[in-house]
């Protein structure tokens, strides 16, 4: 026989449970709407889209390591320097950032590195604009090291940042073999969703400057604002 009241206990539990996971769900969303008025008053004040799209990287970058450090069951990842698959994926950037990687090169190329950097970028722009759709392209980006690790590390897009894998293989399916199963790489939603912060928010501090918005790709977007000669 059913003890008297047990029925009741365990749905006033659950009911508990329930408001209060609707609660943290709330305090979850007000993160994101928190990080977004922080990224918006620290643009307001930066002196130009470079300088903004520095800002808006160190704040997500700081968002997204203490969501790393303090959230539970954080997705494994398999990402490690010389692995080099997803440099090989179509990047887009939000206003500025193509001027914050073209200050980093410029601090490390002399004449004769940006000539041959240009030429490599002017033939992934090629390759892009040949293409239908060309977040479909798979180029080895210009500005892997053939070391197979990133040139501009410290100034990397934030598609670039927000990338995560869980596994390598399934990165090298996607960029190396057309025929393969794998067609996306599932991401870590909350790392993802900070950088997608900061990309809409270099957009709106542009529009709300009067310029261009809407993100392009990152060589074509490279080769406007690199010089033609150092």
Request: hydrophobic fraction near 45%.
């Given at each position: 026989m059913m003890p008297t009241g047990v029925i009741p206990e365990i749905r006033q539990e659950i009911a508990l449970i329930g408001?209060?996971?609707?609660?943290l769900a709330t305090r979850y969303e007000q993160v994101f709407v928190n990080l977004r008025q922080a990224l918006q008053a620290a643009l307001a004040q930066a002196a130009g889209a470079a300088q903004r799209a520095r800002i808006a990287m160190t704040i997500a970058d700081?968002?997204?390591?203490?969501?790393?450090?303090?959230?539970?069951?954080?997705?494994l990842r398999a990402c490690a320097a010389g692995c080099g698959a997803c440099c090989h994926l179509y990047v887009m950037v939000p206003p500025g950032v193509a001027e914050a990687v073209a200050a980093h090169?410029?601090?490390?190329?002399?004449?004769?590195?940006?000539?041959?950097l240009r030429?490599?970028?002017?033939?992934?722009?090629?390759?892009?604009?040949?293409?239908?759709?060309?977040?479909?392209l798979k180029h080895?980006?210009?500005?892997?090291?053939d070391d197979n690790?990133?040139?501009?590390?410290?100034?990397?897009?934030?598609?670039?940042?927000?990338?995560?894998?869980?596994?390598?293989?399934?990165?090298r399916s996607l960029a190396f073999d057309p025929e393969g199963p794998v067609t996306a790489i599932p991401?870590?939603?909350s790392h993802f969703r900070v950088y997608q912060e900061a990309t809409g928010a270099l957009q709106r501090a542009a529009?709300?400057?009067?310029?261009?918005?809407?993100?392009?790709?990152?060589?074509?977007?490279?080769?406007?604002?690199?010089?033609?000669?150092?």
């Open positions: 408001q209060q996971t609707r609660d700081a968002a997204a390591s203490a969501i790393s450090e303090n959230f539970p069951n954080q997705p090169v410029l601090r490390r190329l002399d004449a004769k590195g940006l000539a041959g030429l490599d970028l002017e033939r992934a722009a090629a390759a892009a604009g040949a293409l239908t759709d060309p977040s479909r080895r980006c210009p500005l892997l090291g690790l990133c040139t501009v590390y410290d100034a990397r897009p934030p598609a670039c940042r927000a990338f995560t894998s869980h596994s390598a293989a399934a990165c991401q870590s939603a529009r709300a400057g009067g310029q261009p918005s809407a993100q392009t790709g990152l060589a074509a977007a490279l080769l406007v604002a690199l010089p033609e000669q150092a």
